[in-house]
């Protein structure tokens, strides 16, 4: 199934994409997204791209949400991870928690933007009303501008001992906290994605009511559309795969730029003219287009599946990791063949070599790991033997 992208609100991304160029050098030496670029996301009001409607988020499907994420992260791919990880949180925050929490936290004059690990490396302890939180987190990206800050927990009961959920597995929780209640370290000196602001945050016995939590593995949809169906982890995977798309395109017209102007030392012609170059920015050109269609038509799949359906079955849900995967594997193979036909100017600072940094950097993310791979292997070969 072809995708269906509503191009009104990737306009909005395109609109600030100079502004957010401009930009990428202030932002690696601070090290988190600039005041004017979080005033343009603000106002273009794509840190609730996937908030409903009622909340007053742009409440858009997710193949709209892919094509943003991706044309943020071809300007620079540090605004563009943080904006994924600012509007997926904030998604979350509205749809999954409780209804006076979610008010709260999307009042008509004052929006939350969300930020956070939502990894359950924190302990969450049951108490009358909520739960009592202590952790310490890394990799809080785009928290510097965050006005709520998600921690992933694993549930304890008062006693300390772990929670298990229906599932067997421990019981893991995310809980919401206003950004005053949590204790920011810094240390984000990194190779890449420099600009995100991936800051350390300790958490020392906060109470967090209840309704401000949800379960990681167990949540139910509260509160907006159909469009939101295709679930935490799906959403999730499509701004991994939208970031990696833009920065490998990114990568891909730089080097085509170059082409036609650098000549390496001791070469007597322009890389553009050599036979080796055309072919691998060929490979490398057709490779991340192909997985782009690959990706739009299976997050396409996903969504029609969920609409219909309610569901996206288990197959379908291990894709979607596995495409992501695919894709950042895809665009940081062709950033790679950019920066090494740049020759020294890939040394210096640039976009080439921050595109090579960002994606070296994001390709270590989790989400992203090998084995999404191998589930994924997994669930063909059990759908290929099941009578």
């Known amino acids: 199934m072809s995708a269906t992208i509503d191009e ?3 306009a909005r991304a395109r609109a600030i994409a100079p502004l957010i160029e401009a930009d990428a050098d202030r932002a690696e030496a601070d090290t988190t997204t600039t ?41 620079d791919g540090s605004v563009g991870w943080s904006a994924m990880a600012n509007s997926t949180s904030s998604c979350f ?11 709260t936290m999307f009042t008509d004059d004052a929006r939350a933007i969300h930020a956070g690990m939502l990894g359950p490396v924190g302990s969450a302890r049951r108490v009358d009303g909520g739960y009592r939180v202590t952790g310490q987190y890394s990799f809080g990206s785009g928290c510097a501008h965050a006005s709520y800050i998600g921690a ?5 009961g008062d006693d300390g001992r772990q929670l298990t959920a229906d599932s067997g597995l421990p019981a893991m929780r995310v809980v919401l906290m206003p950004r005053d209640q949590v204790d920011f370290r810094g240390n984000w000196d990194v190779i890449g994605l420099q600009a995100t602001g991936s800051y350390d945050y300790v958490v020392d016995d906060v109470f967090v009511p ?44 730089e080097i085509m730029k170059l082409a036609s102007t650098r000549v390496r030392m001791a070469g007597f012609a322009t890389i553009g003219t050599e036979q080796l170059f055309q072919h691998d920015l060929g490979v490398h050109d ?39 995967t695919y894709a950042t594997r895809v665009a940081t193979d062709a950033t790679r063949f950019a920066f090494s036909w740049a020759g020294s100017a890939g040394l210096r600072d640039g976009v080439i070599q921050r595109c090579l940094r960002d994606l070296l950097a994001g390709s270590q993310h989790i989400y992203v790991d090998n084995n999404t791979l191998t589930g994924y292997a997994t669930a063909l070969v059990t759908d290929a033997s099941a009578p």
């Open 152 to 156: 992933g927990t694993i549930e304890t």
């Open 8 to 10: 009104a609100i990737v």
């Open 210 to 253: 209840e309704g401000f939590t949800y379960s990681l593995l167990e949540h139910t949809q509260q509160r907006g559309g159909e469009n939101y169906g295709i679930g935490l982890f799906a959403i999730t995977g499509a701004g991994h795969a939208g970031f990696g798309l833009g920065v490998g395109r990114r990568a891909l017209d």
């Open 93 to 103: 925050a509205a749809i999954y928690t409780g209804e006076s929490a979610a008010r």
């Open 286 to 324: 057709c490779a991340l287009r192909a997985a782009r269609a690959l990706v739009f038509e299976t997050y396409a799949d996903a969504d029609a599946q969920a609409r219909a359906k309610g569901v996206v079955d288990v197959t379908t849900q291990a894709r979607l990791r596995a495409v992501a």
């Open 35 to 75: 005041t004017v670029v979080v005033d343009a996301l603000r106002e273009s009001e794509l840190f609730w791209l996937l908030v409903p409607r009622e909340f007053g988020g742009l409440d858009t499907d997710v193949c709209t949400a892919l094509a943003v994420f991706e044309t943020l992260a071809y300007a």
